[in-house]
Structures are given as structure tokens and as C-alpha cells.
């Protein structure tokens, strides 16, 4: 029986498992050291490299079930040729771009740093030319009423359409992408760092494994062309400012057949002469004279739905509200409509006729109000007073 090479640490031992351990155990044992003493982790550490190396060797010896059967027999002897076992690593050494048997090493560990390190691997997928088309965004201004009331609109917009010569594949009429001749169609180079080989995207193709050589004079191999695109946008009724209207695949088209974006038309509402907005409720002031206060009148007022009548009860204070309801905005995607509130100014006028003043002064002399200073809610009880 060969005597075993003491200077090398067992394998077993390396990997942390022990001598009966399954398949299984052995890839998790690796997979925890492999990320524990990986170069990329531990750059400039000579002896985090030759752990990981050592490692390494572990695990193929110890995955492979005959290397495993002469290592438990032999030892390290089995592998220095004194027992017949032969190097694991023949056929390009470990270092090499062929280690492990004439195995890439990227097709051994794929599984294992293709998640781990990015590192390519014999799994690696190309890479896709298709790209989303942009987002595009439309602002669209409505008179007030508009979007009381709804409408729709035609508008017309610059994007990037499918280019119809070459049917999105950027190639001139006739012609189609090549394989690319740098990674063979694979959209993959390999690259030798120290004892490992790695896989990344194509330069030349950007991994994509095809070259277009002979590019569509419309659109110059970009697939798209800018065009005028007109849409009809309907506006629903009680829509309001700032409001986002989405229209799915009214964007941009994709790059190489990918999937158009969206469009969306973004309301900006112009404001009205004399109402204002609150939710769905709206809002306006109506001055009246003080006789009109005083003794009551009826007032007719410009609804957006037309004329409309409001009754104002004698002695009616400045600031009195009164509502009309379902005399605002609709509710938008449901029924019904908000309420007109109209506020109440009582104006004071700043010019007189001398008749005008003698018929005040008449008024208020029948009218004693005692003028000096009180809170707030004896004021409400003097205004009892004279309502």
C-alpha cells in the first residue's frame, strides 16, 4: 500500500464533511468554502487563492466516484502515479483552460458561481437585442367645461414606429442578421483568469450571438423610424386637474419586435370666470344690495346647466350660504353630481344720490345700535335683533 502525502491536508477535512457523506453534502459543503475563499472575495490574499485551489481539487476528486473510491484506498498517493490512480488533474493542469480532464471549468462549476460569482458558466443565456419602447406623455389642455362635462379630443403625436421595410429586424430588404464570428453565435467569450475560466458577453455582439452587416437604409439598423401617430382621446365626464389618462401600447415601439410603451395624456384644466372647483362641488359669490338683504328677494344665477333660481329670505346676513344640489360636477365612473354653493355678499355702496342719502339717514334714525365694542356672540344676539 502507497504511503500518503502528509504535506497535503485530507480532503475530507477540507471540505468540512465526513467520509461517508453524500453527493449532495459534498456540493454544499464546496459551495459554502468556494464563497468563502473565492478570489473575487478576497483580492490580493494569496492564501484565500490557495485555499480556494485546494478546495477545489477536493471537491473534484471527491465528486468523481472512482477518483473518490482511489482516494479513500490510496490517499493523495493514488494521484502522484505510485498507485496507479494518475493525476485528477491531468490534461491541461489546473491552471489551464482545459483543467479537470480536458472538462471547461465553467461546465464543472456552472451550477455552483453561474448564481455566486456572475461568472457565465456552461448554462449562460444569450443576451436579447428586443427592447421596450419608450413612455410617452401629452399634455392636453380643456376648458373648464370639458372636464365638467366630458369630450374627446384628437390629438396628434411624434413617436418611434416599427420600421415597415425591414419589419423591426434592422436588416436591409432581403437580408437578415448573421452569426456573429467573433463567439460563434454563442453571444459568449471565454477568458482565462489565473486557474479559472470565465464566461462574458460578446464585445463585438454584445451577446447577442448575431451581427446586422447589411442595415436597412430606412432606418439605419435601428428598427424604428419617427412617425406621426393622430389618437382619439375620450375624456370622461368630472375628470380634473392633473388627471391621467393611460393608453396601453400608444408609446414608443420596441427595438427588434419588443413591446410598445404606454401613452399617457396628462389634463391640465383652465379655470372658470366665476366658479371654483371642490372635489365635485362648486363655488361662486353673489352680491346683492343691503334692501335685497333686508327684505328678501329672488335671485336667478348661471348654473353650467343653465339659469337657475335661488330665494333669499329677508334679513339675510353677509356670508349665508345656500346650496343647490346636483348643480356641480358629476361623479367620475359613477352617477350622480356634487352641489352649487352660493355664498352671499351683501355689498355696501360707494356712491350716493342725495336722495338715496336723506332715505338712510331716515332709516337710521328708526335703527339704534349702541356702537361700541363686544365678543363675538353678543354680536350674533344684536344681529337677532334686526332679523
Known sequence: MATADVTKTDYYELLSVSRDASEQELKTAYRKVAMQYHP???????????????????????????????????????????????????????????????????????????????????????????????????????????????????????????????????????????????????GQQRFQQGFFSVARACSVCGGTGTLIVDPCVTCKGQTVVQQEHSILVKVPAGVEQDTRIRYQGE??????????????????????KFFERDGDDLHCVMPISFPQAALGTELEIQTLEGPATI???????????????????????????????VEIRVQTPNKLTKTQKELLRQLSETMIVENTPTSRGLFEKVKDMFS
Open 40 to 186: 473575487d472575495r478576497n483580492p490580493d490574499n494569496p492564501e484565500a487563492e490557495e485555499m480556494f485551489k485546494s478546495c477545489s481539487e477536493a471537491y473534484q476528486v471527491l465528486s468523481d466516484a472512482d477518483k473518490r473510491a482511489a482516494y479513500d484506498r490510496y490517499g493523495h498517493a493514488a494521484f502522484t502515479g505510485g498507485a496507479g490512480g494518475g493525476n485528477p488533474f491531468a490534461g491541461g493542469g489546473f491552471g489551464g483552460a482545459q483543467g479537470f480532464n480536458g472538462q471547461d471549468l465553467g461546465d464543472i462549476f456552472g451550477d455552483l458561481f453561474g448564481e455566486m460569482f456572475n461568472m457565465g458558466g456552461g448554462g449562460g443565456r444569450k443576451a436579447s437585442r428586443v427592447q421596450r419602447g419608450r413612455d410617452l406623455r401629452y399634455d392636453l389642455t380643456l376648458a373648464f367645461e370639458e372636464a365638467v362635462f366630458g369630450v374627446e379630443k384628437e390629438i396628434t403625436i411624434r413617436r418611434m414606429e416599427t420600421c415597415v421595410d425591414c419589419k423591426g429586424s434592422g436588416a436591409a430588404k432581403g437580408k437578415a442578421p448573421v452569426t456573429c464570428t467573433q463567439c460563434g453565435g454563442r
Open 251 to 272: 408609446g414608443e415601439a420596441g427595438k427588434f419586435a419588443g413591446p410598445s410603451g404606454d401613452l399617457y395624456v396628462v389634463l391640465n384644466v383652465k379655470a372658470h
Open 311 to 341: 330665494k333669499i329670505p329677508e334679513g339675510t346676513q353677509s356670508g349665508k350660504e345656500f346650496k343647490l344640489r346636483s348643480k356641480g360636477v358629476p361623479h367620475l365612473n359613477s352617477s350622480g353630481k356634487g352641489d352649487l354653493i
